[in-house]
């Protein structure tokens, strides 16, 4: 009687206490996320369907990693967003849970709460932006700011372009309009079959994101019915299909280390080499900004993911069996997809780009860990590149001399960008796509390789080796690099080689001392503690697998 008399204040009738399915709706809408911002009018639509079902559905809020305002880097809080979702569902009387996510970390944050609290519950994405519109032409949120502030730095775009431009492309709701992060995690939840088939690239602000909406929220009341929990959804052999349908929309690298952390959450065997090995024998289907021209809302209008899932089934490339959150397999959710624009989405038989120009793994001296590289991103003729290293120990320090028209720095030059790794900075930002100098820029250089321990913005470009493990703030080879090295970037023998040898190493090693960190207490000490490396989804070494979905003792 208690609770539902306090539960009735908000105007419930009794008949909602009738035994009904419980639904939660953990909404991260919030004005401090842009790309979240209109999540509440998305529960709307979830509710409606809820309530179509026979279900009692309830929103309750989450916090938002967004990544265009949180700082250091919205990374630092994926895990303690992953905690909160995951205790909220487990803490409250919840049946199942409808998830509404939108910028980069929300939905992998909340694919690993749901993983780990293993309750049958839907993703929602709130969809990506319209396509921004300048001077007659199609601009990528991100994709575009790169490139603008090249052509501000070589003097060929002036200051006001640019203010005129940035209101060109945020024009709605919604998460980056490129195959950024945010685009990629979301046709990655459809992928692992986590969110309802088409539903990752409706636009934000198109009556069909809220159809889709509403059929989730449908949906979940029949899963609670059949017990579909999310630890029947999320196999090996979705995570293989997620890693290939990554490669074939020339997906984020970003992805890597989400999907590596969910894994972890349902102790499914994921490793970063898996990446590479299944992502090999896939063409890159899709011609998407940063990789190509066209923009999400043309991918939407094709055909969407569906149209990619359905090439990829019928060439052999996907696991058709694994069920989804419909209840039926891939192959039966992507049967009737139909590819409406082939520039867009190409045939498996022309392909964008070919089979072996996805994300690279790179092993070696300098990355024993790994390291990763966007091929399809990056520029072919420094694929294979040697070079001599200029070393900055974070990417503030190139930012402060990188105009500096004395830098010692030519076209053969590698920068080598350290400190940006889970620990070091802490949280791995998304800063290893720095700018080139600028003295490069005016002289028309395009791409230079760039090496770091950080991540990159999955709208980002061009020929940069990320994630390099360990990390320099655990002492991994990259703190032991010196301006004048010599290093060899070799994509296609999928090695990076630091011409140091072994005893130098050792005695740069014996003088190497790790900074202090000045974090004493708070969640940033926690962080910094207990994350693991970027090859095994820089979670939380505590968080790993799953805690199920019973509280730990009832004292009512």
Same mark, same amino acid.
């Given at each position: 009687?208690?609770?539902?008399?306090?539960?009735?204040?908000?105007?419930?009738?009794?008949?909602?206490?009738?035994?009904?399915?419980?639904?939660?709706?953990?909404?991260?809408?919030?004005?401090?996320?842009?790309?979240?911002?209109?999540?509440?009018?998305?529960?709307?639509?979830?509710?409606?369907?809820?309530?179509?079902?026979?279900?009692?559905?309830?929103?309750?809020?989450?916090?938002?990693?967004?990544?265009?305002?949180? +700082?250091?880097?919205?990374?630092?809080?994926?895990?303690?967003?992953?905690?909160?979702?995951? %205790? /909220?569902?487990?803490?409250?009387?919840?049946?199942?849970?409808?998830?509404?996510?939108?910028?980069?970390?929300?939905?992998?944050?909340?694919?690993?709460?749901?993983?780990?609290?293993?309750?049958?519950?839907?993703?929602?994405?709130?969809?990506?932006?319209?396509?921004?519109?300048?001077?007659?032409?199609?601009?990528?949120?991100?994709?575009?700011?790169?490139?603008?502030?090249?052509?501000?730095?070589?003097?060929?775009?002036?200051?006001?372009?640019?203010?005129?431009?940035?209101?060109?492309?945020?024009?709605?709701?919604?998460?980056?309009?490129?195959?950024?992060?945010?685009?990629?995690?979301?046709?990655?939840?459809?992928?692992?079959?986590?969110?309802?088939?088409?539903?990752?690239?409706?636009?934000?602000?198109?009556?069909? +994101?809220?159809?889709?909406?509403?059929?989730?929220?449908?949906?979940?009341?029949?899963?609670? %019915?059949? *017990?579909?929990?999310?630890?029947?959804?999320?196999?090996?052999?979705?995570?293989?299909? *997620?890693?290939?349908?990554?490669?074939?929309?020339?997906?984020?690298?970003?992805?890597?280390?989400? /999907?590596?952390?969910?894994?972890?959450?349902?102790?499914?065997?994921?490793?970063?080499?898996?990446?590479?090995?299944?992502?090999?024998?896939?063409?890159?289907?899709?011609? /998407?900004?940063?990789?190509?021209?066209?923009?999400?809302?043309?991918?939407?209008? &094709?055909?969407?993911?569906?149209?990619?899932?359905?090439?990829?089934?019928?060439?052999?490339?996907?696991?058709?069996?694994?069920?989804?959150?419909?209840?039926?397999?891939?192959?039966?959710?992507?049967?009737? &997809?139909?590819?409406?624009?082939?520039?867009?989405?190409?045939?498996?038989?022309?392909?964008?780009?070919?089979?072996?120009?996805?994300? *690279?793994?790179?092993?070696?001296?300098?990355?024993?860990?790994?390291?990763?590289?966007?091929?399809? &991103?990056?520029?072919?003729?420094?694929?294979?590149?040697?070079?001599?290293?200029?070393?900055?120990?974070?990417? %503030?320090?190139?930012?402060?001399?990188?105009?500096?028209?004395?830098?010692?720095?030519?076209?053969?030059?590698?920068?080598?960008?350290?400190?940006?790794?889970?620990?070091?900075?802490?949280?791995?930002?998304?800063?290893?796509?720095?700018?080139?100098?600028?003295?490069?820029?005016?002289?028309?250089?395009?791409?230079?390789? +760039?090496?770091?321990?950080?991540?990159?913005?999955?709208?980002?470009?061009?020929?940069?080796?990320?994630?390099?493990?360990?990390?320099?703030?655990?002492?991994?080879?990259?703190?032991?690099?010196?301006?004048?090295?010599?290093?060899?970037?070799?994509?296609?023998?999928?090695?990076?080689?630091?011409?140091?040898?072994?005893?130098?190493?050792?005695?740069?090693?014996?003088?190497?001392?790790?900074?202090?960190?000045?974090?004493?207490?708070?969640?940033?000490?926690?962080?910094?503690?207990?994350?693991?490396?970027?090859?095994?989804?820089?979670?939380?070494?505590?968080? +790993?697998?799953?805690?199920?979905?019973?509280?730990?003792?009832?004292?009512?």
């Amino acid at each position: 009687m208690i609770y539902r008399s306090w539960m009735r204040n908000q105007g419930f009738g009794a008949e909602v206490f009738d035994g009904r399915p419980v639904i939660g709706i953990a909404t991260s809408a919030s004005e401090l996320a842009p790309c979240n911002a209109h999540l509440h009018r998305v529960a709307e639509a979830v509710k409606r369907g809820v309530w179509q079902a026979g279900g009692f559905p309830l929103e309750f809020p989450t916090m938002a990693t967004g990544e265009t305002l949180m +700082r250091p880097t919205a990374m630092l809080y994926r895990n303690l967003m992953a905690m909160e979702v995951e %205790e /909220l569902i487990r803490a409250n009387p919840l049946d199942g849970v409808v998830l509404l996510s939108g910028c980069d970390k929300t939905t992998p944050a909340m694919l690993m709460a749901a993983a780990s609290v293993d309750v049958p519950a839907v993703m929602v994405t709130g969809g990506p932006m319209l396509n921004g519109k300048y001077r007659g032409t199609d601009v990528g949120s991100g994709t575009h700011v790169w490139k603008f502030e090249e052509e501000l730095k070589a003097g060929r775009m002036t200051q006001e372009e640019c203010f005129f431009a940035e209101g060109c492309m945020a024009r709605s709701n919604g998460h980056c309009m490129t195959m950024g992060t945010a685009s990629t995690m979301a046709c990655m939840a459809e992928a692992l079959g986590m969110q309802l088939p088409g539903s990752a690239t409706w636009p934000a602000v198109d009556a069909r +994101r809220f159809e889709t909406a509403q059929a989730a929220g449908q949906r979940v009341v029949t899963m609670v %019915e059949e *017990a579909l929990r999310p630890s029947k959804i999320l196999t090996r052999e979705a995570f293989e299909n *997620a890693i290939r349908v990554n490669a074939a929309i020339g997906g984020s690298t970003n992805a890597i280390i989400h /999907l590596l952390a969910i894994a972890g959450r349902v102790g499914v065997k994921l490793e970063l080499d898996d990446f590479d090995a299944l992502a090999r024998q896939v063409p890159t289907l899709l011609d /998407l900004m940063p990789s190509g021209r066209f923009l999400m809302e043309d991918f939407c209008y &094709a055909g969407g993911l569906p149209v990619v899932m359905r090439q990829l089934v019928e060439a052999g490339l996907l696991h058709p069996e694994p069920v989804t959150v419909t209840g039926k397999n891939v192959a039966d959710n992507v049967t009737g &997809a139909e590819c409406w624009n082939t520039e867009v989405i190409t045939p498996t038989a022309e392909p964008f780009q070919p089979a072996g120009t996805g994300t *690279a793994v790179l092993r070696g001296n300098l990355c024993p860990g790994g390291a990763v590289l966007k091929q399809s &991103a990056a520029s072919p003729e420094l694929l294979t590149h040697k070079g001599k290293a200029l070393v900055f120990d974070s990417a %503030e320090d190139y930012h402060a001399v990188c105009d500096d028209p004395e830098l010692p720095v030519d076209a053969s030059t590698i920068l080598v960008i350290r400190g940006a790794g889970p620990k070091g900075y802490p949280g791995m930002p998304e800063v290893s796509n720095v700018p080139l100098p600028t003295k490069m820029l005016k002289a028309g250089i395009t791409d230079m390789v +760039r090496i770091c321990d950080g991540r990159m913005s999955g709208t980002g470009y061009g020929t940069v080796v990320l994630h390099v493990t360990p990390e320099s703030a655990v002492g991994g080879p990259l703190a032991l690099v010196h301006t004048g090295d010599e290093i060899t970037l070799d994509v296609p023998g999928r090695s990076l080689t630091l011409h140091v040898d072994d005893a130098e190493l050792e005695r740069r090693r014996a003088a190497w001392t790790p900074s202090e960190s000045p974090y004493t207490s708070g969640y940033t000490w926690l962080y910094t503690h207990h994350v693991l490396q970027a090859d095994e989804g820089a979670d939380f070494d505590f968080l +790993r697998g799953s805690r199920g979905h019973a509280v730990p003792r009832d004292s009512h």
